[in-house]
């Protein structure tokens, strides 16, 4: 059964996994794992200075010569500014942005060759993106891990793609082959990935934060302001249920960044994903924990997603 969807064929892939672009977790080992699986890898530089994003860059490409892409957060325009040209001259397809539309580098990515996508947690931030000229959107349910709305994927997947032409991606709780189905069927072109593969071989994340996605279910995990200043999802511990008691507190985003960063909750974007205290540091995951208990190469969550669907899709066609 092929599941080669329209959106494989614009982006030179095989299969339609795409990697989250999760900062801390997502550099070039896990990136390039994926790619070479035949799904989309990207990259998570949210945070990163530029000479470091070159340098995932280029370790990325010595391990794959498959298509791969950059992730930054448009609400950090700075950094767009600074990486783009890099994220441009170093061989990215795709330059993906979250919390918000990145506007002033649309059409310069375009110039140079690059598709641009935007993560959308709302039906009205896909109808921007696309009047924008991105060339995709990933419609990010509730239930994802890290920066998220609050509609949930059932309700949002389709209804952003019934409301845009460009492809979408479907994102929230996909852990394996079962949601990859359940995002075709509401008509996403493919599923955007991430909880699944913090468990991965390959992720930058300590062993302290795989644990917890381990032993995690979806009830633990929670929406928090504390961390960022902006919406997130995470897995609970006591750091967020003491904030959670004193929400006037919190500081607007990207203030409360470095509220976070002087409380050293910030072990996975600051590069030593060892230091992460499971009652204290920011782990991101979304509702989809409770279906992971292992930690598996990425090439075989990659090939066992597919192989899922594959048998998903043959099961239901024997209800017809």
């Known amino acids: 059964?092929?599941?080669r969807t329209p959106i494989c064929d614009r982006f030179g892939i095989e299969l339609p996994i795409f990697l989250a672009g999760m900062g801390g977790v997502a550099y070039a080992e896990l990136a390039a794992a994926v790619s070479e699986a035949g799904g989309y890898g990207v990259l998570g530089m949210a945070g990163v200075p530029p000479d470091e994003i070159r340098r995932q860059m280029r370790e990325v490409r010595k391990r794959t010569a498959k298509p791969f892409g950059v992730d930054l957060l448009a609400a950090l325009p700075h950094q767009i500014e600074a990486a783009i040209d890099v994220i441009l001259g170093e061989g990215a397809s795709a330059f993906v942005a979250g919390l918000g539309v990145p506007g002033p580098v649309i059409q310069k990515c375009h110039r140079a060759g690059v598709k641009v996508m935007v993560l959308c947690g709302k039906?009205?931030?896909?109808?921007?993106?696309?009047?924008?000229?991105?060339?995709?959107?990933?419609?990010?349910?509730?239930?994802?891990?890290?920066?998220?709305?609050?509609?949930?994927?059932m309700a949002l997947i389709p209804q952003i793609v019934d409301a845009v032409k460009i492809p979408v991606l479907a994102a929230g709780a996909i852990v394996d082959g079962r949601g990859l189905t359940a995002a075709l069927a509401l008509g996403a072109q493919g599923a955007w990935m991430g909880t699944r593969f913090i468990a991965s071989r390959e992720a930058h994340a300590g062993r302290a934060y795989q644990d917890a996605i381990l032993r995690a279910g979806g009830a633990d995990t929670a929406v928090t302001r504390c961390f960022s200043g902006k919406p997130m999802r995470v897995i609970r511990n006591a750091y967020v249920d003491d904030w959670e008691k004193r929400t006037d507190e919190i500081q607007p985003f990207p203030a409360q960044m470095a509220v976070s960063a002087r409380a050293g909750v910030f072990g996975l974007t600051s590069g030593d994903a060892e230091r992460v205290d499971p009652e204290r540091s920011c782990m991101p995951a979304g509702q989809g924990v409770g279906g992971i208990d292992e930690i598996l190469p990425a090439g075989e969550i990659v090939r066992r997603v597919i192989e899922e669907a594959r048998e998903t899709i043959q099961r239901m066609g024997k209800l017809l």
Not at 142 to 147: D, K, L, N, R, V
């Open 123 to 153: 039906l009205s931030h896909a109808q921007r993106a696309e009047e924008a000229g991105c060339d995709a959107v990933v419609a990010q349910g509730t239930e994802a891990g890290g920066h998220t709305g609050q509609v949930a994927g």
């Open 1 to 3: 059964m092929n599941l």
